[in-house]
């Protein structure tokens, strides 16, 4: 069975400054991962992807994430951040050969950013 | 801009009351997915229909909740009767099978049950 873990539910940091989300997934299979980003009393969409190829993956508004296979990872960073950025943050992973379609989430990490 | 639609936003009932919730996928999507978020229990899914069959709702309390899919259009999730902890947000999300498993997400239905 797939899992993901995100080790920190709460992450504080200045304006401006670089932050790391970390994500880590359990799985026995080749897996899809996801960054998905919840801004306040929205629903959660899409910041970013991984399917294969290059392990760093690009996504909407500067973040990026980076794909170890061998520590079972995929950490979204952002060099600067901004006070918009201010959301929770959902990692996820998905088998890709399942007909299902399912997408486990993890317990998400709220970013909150200090002016 | 294709986006997934949910109705009501915001739902007020009274426990034991009969609660509907609407949602319409992105057109050309055959998988519908229904979550439900809490402070307490985070983000959980409840059910899913591929092609509007179900394909798993072990996730819901069967006695009290439902979903279905009348139409490739509209999925439904019902709730009867109501209690106050099925007070939440439930977002209904939908994807296209085999395409990476993307799943998009709507704005939600805030449910207060009192």
């Known amino acids: 069975a797939q899992s993901v873990t995100q080790l920190d539910s709460q992450v504080p940091v200045f304006e401006e400054a670089p932050v790391e989300l970390r994500c880590n997934y359990s799985?026995?299979?080749?897996?899809?991962l996801f960054w998905y980003v919840q801004y306040p009393n929205q629903g959660l969409q899409l910041l970013l992807k991984?399917?294969?190829?290059?392990?760093l993956v690009k996504g909407i508004n500067g973040f990026e994430a980076e794909f170890n296979k061998s520590q079972t990872s995929f950490h979204l960073r952002k060099p600067s951040v901004h006070i918009s950025d201010t959301a929770e943050y959902f990692c996820?992973?998905?088998?890709?050969?399942?007909?299902?379609?399912?997408?486990?989430f993890g317990s998400g990490t709220r970013l909150s950013i200090r002016p | 801009d294709a986006r997934v639609t949910q109705t009501p936003r915001h739902k007020v009932t009274e426990m034991g009351q009969e609660v509907t919730m609407r949602c319409q996928p992105i057109?050309?999507?055959?998988?519908v997915f229904w979550y439900r978020q809490t402070m307490m229990q985070g983000l959980e899914l409840l059910a899913y229909?591929?092609?509007?069959?179900?394909?798993?709702d072990s996730g819901m309390p069967k006695d009290r909740f439902s979903a279905e899919m009348p139409d490739a259009t509209l999925a439904t999730l019902k709730i009867q009767p109501s209690e106050p902890r099925d007070s939440a947000v439930y977002f209904c999300?939908?994807?296209?099978?085999?395409?990476?498993?993307?799943?998009?997400f709507g704005p939600g239905t805030r449910l207060t049950v009192l």
């Open positions: 057109l050309g999507h055959n998988t």
């Open positions: 229909f591929r092609n509007r069959a179900p394909l798993d």
């Open positions: 991984y399917l294969s190829g290059s392990t």
């Open positions: 799985s026995s299979v080749s897996v899809y």
């Open positions: 999300a939908s994807g296209l099978s085999r395409y990476y498993n993307e799943q998009f």
């Open positions: 996820a992973v998905s088998d890709v050969d399942s007909s299902a379609s399912k997408i486990i």
